[in-house]
């Protein structure tokens, strides 16, 4: 489905004004949407795979930004301090939850973390606010397969004094990225399961 560049009707943008029941199946039928395909593809841990999600047409969409924003900032214990995550996949994600977190009267500033220490100024692996030392941080990440890429955003975090707990994603392929955050005492979470997308693709008629 090609993005409609058109102006829509208030009706339209659910995404502000939907309820969290009515957000969550719309977020949903996005992802089946747009961002889901089936064939041959290697993914970026190296595994191949009969789908792809290919997240950023969701990410990126302006009603599936604040969408995603919405669902996962009730998501993050009271006590968080920070979002982040590791770049590229994640970038869309902290900063729409952080964008929301103001208008709950609740601002959480987003961190990104970077894959290599930035090669000039101050050569570093995290971008955003500095904080307190022991911060809490709640890392999110766009699709779980094996849970490498959001525990080397962990990882980073940890090196530089933060304290975390859990990481919140918006799909979980079930590959056992759930099983590596729970070996190291991370609480995991996700928004969506690949089966539900996948059943979601067949009722729509993909």
Same mark, same amino acid.
């Given at each position: 489905?090609?993005?409609?560049?058109? !102006?829509?009707?208030?009706?339209?943008?659910?995404?502000?004004?939907?309820?969290?029941?009515? $957000?969550?199946?719309?977020?949903?039928?996005?992802?089946?949407?747009?961002?889901?395909?089936?064939?041959?593809?290697?993914?970026?841990?190296? $595994?191949?795979?009969? @789908?792809?999600? !290919?997240?950023?047409?969701?990410?990126?969409? +302006?009603?599936?930004?604040?969408?995603?924003?919405?669902?996962?900032?009730?998501?993050?214990?009271?006590?968080?301090?920070?979002?982040?995550? $590791?770049?590229?996949?994640?970038?869309?994600?902290?900063?729409?939850?952080?964008?929301?977190?103001?208008? *709950? !009267? =609740?601002? /959480? +500033?987003? $961190?990104?973390?970077?894959?290599?220490?930035?090669? @000039?100024?101050?050569?570093?692996?995290?971008?955003?606010? /500095? %904080? +307190? *030392?022991?911060?809490?941080?709640?890392?999110?990440?766009?699709?779980v397969t094996t849970g490498q890429s959001a525990l080397k955003a962990v990882e980073r975090l940890q090196a530089a004094g933060?304290? /975390?707990?859990?990481? /919140?994603?918006?799909?979980? =392929?079930?590959?056992?990225?759930?099983? %590596?955050?729970?070996?190291?005492?991370?609480?995991?979470?996700? %928004?969506?399961?690949?089966? *539900?997308?996948?059943?979601? @693709?067949?009722?729509?008629? !993909?």
């Amino acid at each position: 489905m090609t993005y409609s560049t058109e !102006n829509l009707s208030q009706s339209d943008i659910w995404a502000a004004t939907a309820d969290v029941t009515t $957000l969550r199946q719309k977020l949903l039928d996005l992802f089946t949407q747009l961002a889901y395909q089936e064939g041959d593809f290697v993914l970026s841990s190296g $595994l191949r795979s009969s @789908y792809y999600i !290919n997240k950023t047409q969701v990410t990126l969409h +302006p009603q599936g930004a604040l969408a995603v924003g919405r669902l996962l900032f009730p998501l993050l214990p009271a006590d968080t301090q920070a979002v982040a995550g $590791l770049t590229l996949g994640a970038d869309p994600i902290v900063t729409a939850v952080s964008v929301v977190s103001v208008y *709950e !009267n =609740r601002p /959480i +500033p987003a $961190l990104i973390i970077r894959k290599e220490a930035k090669g @000039y100024g101050t050569r570093a692996y995290i971008e955003g606010p /500095i %904080l +307190p *030392e022991g911060a809490k941080v709640v890392v999110l990440e766009d699709v779980v397969t094996t849970g490498q890429s959001a525990l080397k955003a962990v990882e980073r975090l940890q090196a530089a004094g933060y304290t /975390i707990e859990q990481v /919140i994603a918006l799909v979980d =392929r079930k590959q056992g990225g759930a099983e %590596l955050y729970e070996s190291v005492g991370l609480k995991f979470t996700a %928004l969506f399961a690949i089966d *539900e997308i996948q059943q979601r @693709y067949r009722e729509l008629g !993909n």
